[in-house]
């Protein structure tokens, strides 16, 4: 395996840059080598979980929730990850042991299957922890712009290793990226910016609405739709894509992920707003009847008071004359 990428931007002035896959190596098991893929998915995922504990008090939860989930939605995230691309490539002759199954540490991982592992260790520990539907949606909506912010640094672990690019590009284009296999140069749309930037742009219009959302289930909603919609024509680019016959699954996944979540989000947005305007026409007819019941009851409450100060006053009147006839007879 060759641990260098000579990679280089000339369009924007960058020159050829050498970069090392290992970060530095470990003295146990012989020189155990920790590579810059590894640590950058790594702090995509603490940057992930961060941002759901600044989320957390608004949510209604606490950090102990989080670290709850986290503890099992990190470990099926990666999981899913794995297991989605296994399944994706069983045909290639790939597998010839189950040690090739599992050595997810020589690559092999698939964002939506990442996704589709954090989100049932989600709906696991919820149900563990017996938290409702209607809670449960707002831990998604925690969690989802953190996963985009895990993505967007873990993209970067691509770049480093100098894959997961794009088809080859001219010459001219100003953002082609350089990749150098000996004394030749070839290059490609970089694929791994286009979705790192695609992401940060979601990532701070989500986080920027995100107090404002009409209903839960719009931010995840909202992030689903946002990828999918960016990885349906980024995934188009990729020389690696997955395939299922002829069609790239991830593009695939992602038009269905942006049609069916903008539709939703669409539907629910549309409802929240006749919501919002069946109550203000109906607040100035309620206030009238308010008003009127209370000024009716204030009117009931007067007659009953002078009911009661005119059996008063009679009580006293044949009170007073019992006497004076008592009187008069002895």
Known sequence: MNDVTVVSFPGIGIGEVTINKVAFELPILGGLEVRWYGILLTLGIIAGFCYALYRAKFEGFTSDDVIDYALVTVLLAIIGARTYYVLTTLGKGLYNSFYDVIAIWEGGIAMYGSIIGGAL??????????????????IFDMVAPGVMLGQIIGRWGNFVNGEAHGVATSDNFFLRMGLSYGSKVTYYHPTFLYESLWNLVGFVLITVFYKKKKFDGQIVLSYLAWYGFGRMFIEGLRTDSLYI???RISQVVGFLCFVICTTVLIYMLVRKNREELDKEAYAPVYEKC???????????QAVKETEAAIDEIIARAEEEKENNENGKAD
């Open 121 to 138: 260790g989600l709906l696991i520990v919820s149900r563990f922890k017996k938290i409702g539907k209607k809670r449960m949606i707002k």
């Open 245 to 247: 016959g002829e069609f």
């Open 290 to 300: 308010r008003r009127t019941l209370f000024r009716t009851s204030e009117k009931e």
